[in-house]
């Protein structure tokens, strides 16, 4: 006998409301914020009055496209609709770009921007894009986000980075999208500087403001900027391109930063100085010493839940370029021994068509709900988490009863030679999913051998099966086409049992 299966479970995925009323997770499901030629990085906070408050990057034309500019917009039915955009910047005038707010306890709205103040349009007499590059600006709001005040800069330290820039520091190259992060009284937020135009060279950087939270004069506002010195956040080995930088705090002086990278997986990396000195990064594992997380040149997303927990978005795939962003998938994490553990990811939101590319999301709360912004680049929305979802999620490691669902079919045998017939069918073109759970031991390794097979003459359904390395590969084909995804290599544990 070659292996012993305790159990072979397969469970229908989809809430209740799922069935009834389509998946919350498809992408036409959120609520339309903006649309537009461009539309970007949409960001929200919860204001005093109980209004949300979006404000996003967006523009007639493509990314970095004459008339781009950040706008605010409005909504007073918790996201259902929204305002016409109010421009914080003006379309008419220099870029201004990828926008990140916070709110004060006072109710003031700052945003923090990169703004092309010197009108940079050239480059050894060439036309260029000009959203990455210029000042660090911010503005402030002071009625809910109707008008906006004069603009300011941020103290921008000149470092190596951008002394060997393209223009010799005379012009700094950055963006930012991390959302600016509270933790005792103080304001930390990211963001990546770049060595060379136009995204080569990256390295993160973190503000500091000490009296942002009660100070209302901006002129006495104070910062600044870590790490100290002429070098940033980054591992010369991973390559040029390391960058969007984000953070989160994780309690006393301890913070936690990923970022993306070409290498197929992000990195990440701790402070416990208060974000002022970090921690050599290392590409980004579910835990200490475990197995990488996989993730393409696009954006990881970290977020602190109100009560302290964790999230991250990521596409949990290796790819080395911009594509591959649907679906988004998402971990919890939780602290230990000043470390962070990720669960094994779900799917959080997809769009049904694979050319559709989303991301940059803003994860926020209100009144115990929990929601997400994306965009696919011309359309921001925003979307409700299920609540059993994420309690699912954090649950994860800790749970030791199975889900509730009726599983489509349980065996329990002592050899892959069991047959068992499905009961209900799994309709790959629904709104829904379905999860099959294992618990097996294994006496040898084989590539090859079939674990588990759902499929009819055609080739309909999956299959699971032992793959090279001793990891596991899950294919699932319509018939016409087949996909397959395999598992990190060394899945596959002879003699010890497995879940």
Known sequence: MMFLFTAVVIFPLGSKAAAKDGDWRNLASGHIIAQAGYADQPYVVILPNGEWLCVATIGPGKEGQTGQHIAAMISADKGQTWSAPIPIESPQGPEASWAVPLITPFGRVYVFYTYNGDEVKTLEDKPIRADVLGWYCYKYSDDFGRSWSDRHRLPLRITACDRTNNWQGKVQLFWGICKPQIAEQKVLFSFTK????????????????????????????????????????????????????????????????????????????????????????????????????????????????????????????????????????????????????????????????????????????????????????????????????????????????????????????????????????????????????????????????????????????????????????????????????SSDVGTIQVGKQQH
């Open 194 to 485: 770049i060595g060379r135009y136009m995204l080569e060279q990256g390295e993160g950087w973190v503000f500091c403001s000490s009296n942002i939270l009660s100070e209302r004069d901006p002129v006495r506002l104070q910062w600044d900027l870590f790490p100290p010195g002429d070098h940033g956040i980054r591992n010369d080995s991973f390559g040029s391109v390391q960058e969007e930088h984000n953070l989160v705090w994780l309690g006393g002086d301890i913070w936690y930063c990923v970022y993306r990278t070409t290498c197929g997986y992000p990195a990440h990396t701790y402070s416990f100085d208060g974000g002022k000195t970090w921690e050599e990064p290392t590409l980004m594992t579910y835990e200490p010493g475990g197995k990488p997380i996989k993730n393409p040149r696009a954006c990881p997303k970290l977020y602190r839940t109100n009560d302290g927990r964790l999230l991250f978005w990521f596409h949990n795939h290796s790819g080395t370029d911009f594509v591959g962003r649907n679906p988004a998938w998402v971990s919890a994490g939780h602290i230990k021994d000043d470390r962070v553990y990720w669960s094994q990811p779900e799917v959080l939101l997809y769009d049904p068509d694979p050319n559709v590319r989303f991301s940059y999301p803003d994860f926020f709360e209100d009144e115990g709900r929990y929601f997400v912004t994306e965009t696919q680049k011309t359309i921001a929305r925003v979307h409700e988490i299920d609540r059993d979802f994420l309690n699912m999620l954090f649950q994860q490691g800790s749970a030791s009863i199975l889900p509730r669902d009726k599983p489509l079919v349980e065996m329990r045998a002592e050899s892959t030679e069991t047959e068992k017939p499905l009961e209900g069918t799994i309709d790959l073109s629904r709104d829904d999913g379905f999860t099959v759970e294992i618990h097996a031991t294994f006496d040898r390794y084989e590539p090859g051998t079939i674990l588990v097979d759902n499929r009819d003459a055609e080739g309909r359904g999956f299959m699971l099966s032992m793959d090279n390395e001793h990891s596991l590969v899950f294919t699932m084909g319509d018939g016409k086409n087949a996909f397959s995804w």
